[in-house]
């Protein structure tokens, strides 16, 4: 600071403030109005507030230093002064007053803002779906116009066309249950399902396996009567299954036990009601020798069939090169479990789960809390809603049971009753219903449910609600699996 700004007598001097101080004090000043401008457009949330105040105070103090610069003795100066403090408290008090009303509006407005942002943003990707599948031919110009037209709607009103007493989507509360009950349910059940199930390390998948195994999958030649294969019980446009209490096998025979879809069955920790087998690959093997099902004497007998059909003969060396003798029964069953694996059926729960929170509606999501309420989850959580033991009547006796369960396959009598816990997906299309196909119903199987599972009366508002939610988890098979391969000669 050079001397003759403040002058020993401090009455003549032309200035009250030096130039130099007072240009520059002005440009940190404009410098600092511009920060608060761009930290507006930096969207920080909560903190827009903090930072705006922080930079408000460093420039009342940078006034107020140079208020010190000034002869204090002046009257002029303490007046300027005095008035400069005055207004500052002022204008902090009401700064403060307003932020302590306004903080908690504030923040609402800021998260509508930033629903409305993600609204926007799931239309713009609708948008971007119906183009890609215009381009790709799979709907026509009038129908992609019709989805424009429906896209070009008021936001909320195409993502809530059917907007409820339940949800309150304007104030979008419902995006934030739907975020939450999507956490929940990651909890429950894990993780969506898998494009495709992985394969073992003994089984590495390949092209030609999976579709040899498609055509072992279709093959009546596999039965003694040459009209019985997989596909008979396990029809892959029928959700894995044939819709009956038990399914006709060879001659019209029957076993004891319901056909359980094959759909995402490669998830399961073990194969069959009692889980005797303890893969997709042991599994196979068993219903072609079953007498009630395919019924073929031995394993040397269904080789031989296969080795009489040349194109199998080529199938299995392209499905297992390098082997000196592919065509053998344990490569069969490896081509039809790495076939199995691609059953998998993607549903809107899994779109859900997976972040789509736009997948379920509400009643859907309503139907997961009674679900949940009901008590269900504690046996069908995980991925498939189902998979390990459970005794059939834990709370309260099942009546008529016959079928001793996994005792049969463990010989352990404190594994009687006890069934693996089916997986609910397709559940509504995958009737009758446990392992002997006694219940025709789904209402009626989950009242049984209900009571014998864990030991409460359930009423029918509760069933039509768990019913929405089991609906969700059907899914769709690529219909290119599902469709019958051409016959191999
Ligand atoms: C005659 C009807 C019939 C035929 C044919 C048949 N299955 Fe099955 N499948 C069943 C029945 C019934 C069960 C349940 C048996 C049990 O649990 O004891 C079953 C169980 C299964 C399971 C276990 C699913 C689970 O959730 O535990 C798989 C996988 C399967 N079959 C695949 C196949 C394959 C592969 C073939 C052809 C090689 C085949 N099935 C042929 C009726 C059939
Ligand atoms: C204590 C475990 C447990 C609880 C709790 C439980 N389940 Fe089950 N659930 C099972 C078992 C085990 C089976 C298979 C029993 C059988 O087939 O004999 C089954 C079968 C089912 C089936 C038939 C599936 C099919 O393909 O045949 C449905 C549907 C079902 N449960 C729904 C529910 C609902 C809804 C609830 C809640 C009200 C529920 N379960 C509670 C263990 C349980």
């Not at 761009?38 to 922080?54: E, K, R, T, Y």
């Not at 009303?101 to 993600?118: C, D, F, G, H, V």
């Not at 939450?180 to 349910?185: P, R, T, V």
Request: glycine share 8%.
């Amino acid at each position: 600071m050079s001397d003759d700004h403040h002058p020993a007598d401090g009455n003549h001097h032309p200035h009250v403030v030096p130039l130099k101080l007072l240009f520059g004090v002005i440009g940190a000043l404009f410098f600092l109005t511009f920060l608060t401008v761009a930290a507006s457009w930096v969207d920080m949330g909560g903190a827009n507030v903090p930072v705006a105040l922080l930079i408000a105070t460093v420039k009342a103090v940078l006034v107020g230093a140079f208020f010190m610069h000034l002869r204090w003795d002046k009257p002029f100066n303490s007046v300027i002064l005095a008035l400069s403090i005055g207004l500052l408290i002022l204008f902090l008090g009401i700064v403060t007053m307003d932020m302590h009303e306004n903080l908690p509006e504030m923040n609402e407005a800021y998260s509508e803002e930033w629903m409305e942002t993600r609204r926007k943003a799931i239309v713009e990707e609708r948008l971007e779906e119906a183009r890609t599948a215009f381009e790709n031919k799979e709907i026509t110009k009038a129908e992609y116009d019709e989805r424009v037209k429906e896209l070009s709607k008021p936001v909320l009103e195409v993502l809530y066309p059917h907007a409820g007493a339940h949800s309150t989507p304007a104030d979008g509360h419902a995006d934030i249950r739907a975020d939450a009950l999507q956490k929940a349910m990651l909890m429950v059940f894990r993780a969506p399902l898998p494009a495709v199930i992985p394969s073992p390390p003994g089984n590495p998948a390949s092209p030609a396996k999976v579709a040899l195994g498609k055509s072992l999958f279709f093959e009546t030649r596999l039965s003694k009567g040459g009209k019985i294969s997989c596909h008979s019980c396990h029809g892959l446009t029928t959700f894995g299954v044939d819709n009956q209490p038990t399914s006709p096998g060879h001659g019209g025979a029957r076993g004891d036990r319901n056909s359980p879809t094959v759909l995402n069955a490669g998830l399961f920790g073990t194969q069959f009601w009692d889980g005797r087998a303890p893969s997709l690959e042991e599994q196979a093997k068993a219903p072609i020798l079953n007498p009630v099902e395919m019924a073929m004497s031995d394993e040397a007998a269904v080789v031989a069939v296969l080795k009489g059909i040349p194109g199998y003969v080529e199938s299995f060396k392209g499905a297992f090169p390098g082997e000196a003798d592919p065509l053998t029964y344990d490569n069969l069953a490896k081509a039809i479990a790495a076939f199995e694996r691609t059953l998998v059926t993607p549903s809107p729960f899994d779109a859900f789960l997976g972040g789509k929170l736009e997948a379920l509606d509400t009643a859907q999501l309503d139907g997961f809390l009674a679900f949940q309420d009901a008590g269900c989850v504690t046996c069908h959580k995980g991925t498939l809603l189902g998979d390990g033991f459970e005794k059939l009547g834990k709370v309260i006796d099942f009546p008529g049971l016959k079928d001793k369960g996994r005792e049969a396959a463990t010989g352990n009598a404190g594994d009687r009753y006890q069934f693996k816990v089916p997986s609910l997906r397709n559940v509504t299309k995958t009737g009758p219903y446990l392992h002997d196909g006694s219940v025709k119903s789904l209402d009626e199987v989950i009242t049984l449910m209900s009571k014998h599972q864990v030991g409460k009366e359930i009423d029918a508002a509760e069933i039509a609600k768990i019913k929405v939610f089991l609906e969700s988890l059907t899914g769709s098979l690529d219909p290119a699996t599902a469709a019958a391969p051409a016959p191999v000669k």
